[in-house]
């Protein structure tokens, strides 16, 4: 049973992280600002900073 269940999580996995804005696009930045700041990593708040106020 986990022989496939695991193939299975890891599709899906791809799927949704296929379905992630592209970075520094509109829809990005409108995700980032929906969420929390404590929620950012580094690379978010330095890519947001790049791409959604210094344009």
Known sequence: MKKIIVPCL??????LVACS??????AWC???????????TANEASDFAKHCVFK
């Open 10 to 15: 890891a599709v899906l996995s791809l799927f």
């Open 30 to 40: 409108k995700a980032m600002k929906e969420k929390p700041k404590g929620d950012w």
């Open 21 to 26: 804005p592209e970075v520094g696009s509109d």
